[in-house]
């Protein structure tokens, strides 16, 4: 797990089975990011599950129609002032990774570890496990009506689902690839199903779900920061393109314009489906479903970028960051994520997995933006093509804090456990990074157990 050993580049038993394979040309998953691409990239990961999950977590936490509405346009000019924050921080550091790539460059690799540990063991693969448990409940509630859904159906659906998505994802680039496109015009056509007929409605007069809209004796402001983690989570995305930062064409152009086209069509595009929602359902009924409407999953290509630079800078074995000889897939990394997915899966149901997940990718996000505010001071000769105005990611680090330190409060199970799981990640640094001097005889151990993995996996490093 050292640099040195993350940096060694080709070994004799990569180039070994690298002959023995006998691959077509080089093993590498390179490939150019356009403006139109960037814009399609962050859109296609925004619109999923959330907007789908989150009315009925804003609504329930929020207290009111009205208050649920300014929750969903605050959180799209939240997750916009994130956005801008991100975009000048990967102008600046032109290095893929996202939120692991800026916490190393602004505090160093111990605080980087902690972040890159809590997203390997908690955050992905509760995102993966909220995002199937909605997709399974909405594959068997035609099945049980007009009863309701037993949990274990869910769960097993729920786990089928995932084995198959990280098959597919082992097996095939294209076929991934596909199933994406498929999966993102579907979302396109949902939106559109929901927000067409709940306009016209509207436009009809159809007004009663929204009388006395605004109704504060229901609202509770301890309950405000659950209601956030719905609305971002729905608007989770915008950072992805930060992820692949390096394959951006003229970043300094493309991903500011990227983040703010994109941010400015998914705004108005929840606002208006949530409009269309209150249109033809009332609050109770909205509160009495498990879900208004969902994608399956997304791809692992964002995952992978993490295995990758993180092994760059020695902080993973390199054998996480290898794909498959000929299939050209991040096979390891899925063999990581999926254990670690289907048992969280079967610890927690969706809006707490959704609270707990919630609770650390903000935190850590927010310390990333943090580390805009401290480069600026810290590091002022760094060329800065694209720069924001110091108040957004002031005005965004203080929202993230606040709304990741009351939510403490407001749900202490969920939020103090994954509190708990980020703070595993000191003694984890220490046991794996820094006690990193070995005996021989365990180096040449860890040399077998890698060379055994590759021919195994018939994985070699990529060509990135």
Not at 326 to 342: D, N, S
Request: with cysteine; proline share 5%; net charge positive.
């Amino acid at each position: 797990m050292t640099r040195k050993a993350s940096q060694n580049g080709q070994t004799k038993a990569d180039r070994g089975v690298k002959a023995a394979c006998d691959p077509p040309g080089k093993v590498e998953l390179r490939k150019k990011v356009t403006l139109l691409r960037g814009i399609s990239i962050i859109i296609g990961t925004i619109i999923g599950a959330g907007i789908f999950i989150s009315p009925k977590g804003i609504l329930q936490n929020s207290g009111s129609i009205g208050m649920s509405l300014v929750v969903w346009v605050a959180c799209g000019l939240l997750s916009l002032f994130g956005a801008l924050s991100y975009a000048e921080l990967g102008t600046s550091i032109k290095k893929s990774g996202g939120h692991y790539t800026y916490i190393l460059e602004a505090f160093g690799p111990q605080v980087a570890f902690v972040q890159l540990w809590a997203d390997i063991i908690a955050i992905r693969p509760a995102g993966v496990a909220v995002i199937s448990l909605a997709f399974a409940r909405y594959i068997l509630e035609p099945i049980f009506m007009p009863c309701g859904v037993p949990q274990m159906a869910i769960k097993l659906t729920t786990a089928i689902g995932i084995t198959m998505v990280m098959y597919i994802n082992s097996m095939s680039v294209s076929w991934t690839a596909r199933l994406q496109i498929f999966l993102t015009f579907s979302k396109l056509l949902a939106i559109s199903i929901i927000i067409i007929p709940g306009l016209y409605q509207l436009f009809k007069g159809e007004t009663k779900n929204f009388q006395n809209a605004f109704q504060v004796d229901t609202v509770q402001l301890t309950n405000l920061p659950l209601a956030f983690y719905s609305g971002m989570y729905a608007y989770a995305g915008w950072f992805y393109l930060n992820f692949v930062i390096e394959e951006v064409e003229n970043p300094e152009r493309n991903v500011p314009l990227a983040i703010c086209i994109s941010m400015v069509i998914v705004t108005v595009g929840y606002t208006l489906a949530n409009v269309a929602y209150y249109t033809v359902i009332s609050a109770a009924e909205l509160l009495a479903s498990h879900a208004v409407a969902v994608r399956v999953t997304q791809s692992f290509s964002f995952f992978y970028r993490i295995f990758y630079v993180a092994s760059r800078e020695g902080q993973l074995p390199q054998i996480l960051s290898m794909i498959h000889v000929r299939r050209h897939t991040p096979i390891a990394a899925v063999i990581i994520l999926y254990p670690v997915t289907m048992l969280i899966l079967f610890l927690g149901d969706l809006y707490s997995l959704l609270n707990f997940m919630s609770f650390l990718r903000w935190f850590f996000i927010g310390v990333a933006v943090t580390g805009l505010i401290y480069m600026r001071y810290t590091r002022p000769e760094m060329p800065r093509p694209f720069k924001v105005p110091i108040f957004i990611p002031a005005v965004f680090t203080f929202t993230s804090f606040f709304m990741v330190f009351l939510s403490l409060y407001s749900d202490p199970v969920n939020t103090g456990i994954g509190f708990a799981i980020s703070l595993t990640g000191i003694p984890a640094y220490y046991i794996f990074i820094v006690f990193n001097k070995k005996p021989k005889w365990f180096q040449r151990f860890s040399d077998s157990v890698k060379t055994s993995l590759q021919i195994i996996l018939e994985v070699v490093p990529a060509d990135n």
